[in-house]
């Protein structure tokens, strides 16, 4: 099974698109070269001069955060929305098939074999670092789990959110062409707040085909709806979450250092990715 990383994440999928993802998993997985990030696909960044200082110098992926005083029409904000092509997309694959392939760190050398991918490569380094993430204890009070299936994807948000409940999924939708991945939004309507006392959060991982690393944490939590557009008639359909308590947070987290702040100290907001799905109870 010769399959290549695509190690940009995955664009945005809705719940229609889940089932035909598994028709579709015979497609070749392309990589694109340059696990770390290469600076060439940022030269379409198109931000005025009213970013932070302390921003500045910041890597393009972590402008996604901020503070719940921010949510209010008509402000202006710097957001990074990754975009793929769909037939770049890595594919779900039937529980049949991913259940006869090896998912662990003991088993790295014979998946870099089965994929063709030499050791020290931007390939094996994501190969690596998906299956360590995915072996990382959870936090107190989190569950967490990593999707490599259609069947186990909905397993973890149904066992999470209770076996008899129906399941709405929520993502962020590009609503025009723009292929610009990082740009000035502007908060175009007021935000919908949507009562989720439990949601799951998942969120692709670069992979030979499509991991989605799932968590769910008893904790509170609040969930927005956005109309954004920009001064070029792009819009996009965000979804955001507010984390309320960070006390139990690495100290490192990325968005610590954005918004200046520490474990437990303030909350955290951040946009949902075009290519993460939040489930919740219809």
Partial sequence: MALHLQ????????????FIMVAEQGAARKLKDG??????????LKINDQIDTHLENLDPLLYVF??????????????YFPYSKPSETPKLLPKEETDSIPFSTSQ??????????????????????TLKQCELESIK??????????????????QMLGGDTHLKVLTTTRLSNSTILLQNYTILEEPRETLAPKMVACHSMPYPYAVFYCH????????FEILLGDENGDRVKASAICH??????????ASFKVLKTKPG?????????????????A
Wanted: charged content about 20%; overall charge negative; aromatic content about 12%.
């Fill in 7 to 18: 190690v940009a994440y995955c664009s945005c999928i809705l719940i229609g698109l889940l």
């Fill in 244 to 253: 309320m308590d960070t006390s139990q947070w690495d100290k490192d987290h």
């Fill in 108 to 129: 790295l050398e014979y998946l870099l074999n089965l994929f063709s991918f030499p050791k020290g490569s931007p390939q094996a380094k994501a190969v690596e670092y």
């Fill in 216 to 223: 769910c944490q008893e904790s509170k939590n609040r969930l």
């Fill in 35 to 44: 696990y770390e990030q290469d600076n060439e696909q940022f030269v379409n």
């Fill in 265 to 281: 100290a303030s909350h955290v907001c951040h946009f949902v990715s075009t290519d993460s799905l939040v489930w919740l109870a």
């Fill in 66 to 79: 901020f503070s719940l005083s921010d949510i209010t029409v008509g402000k202006k904000l710097p957001i």
């Fill in 141 to 158: 009070g989190e569950t967490k789990f990593c999707a490599n299936s259609l069947e186990s994807l909905l397993d973890f948000a149904t």
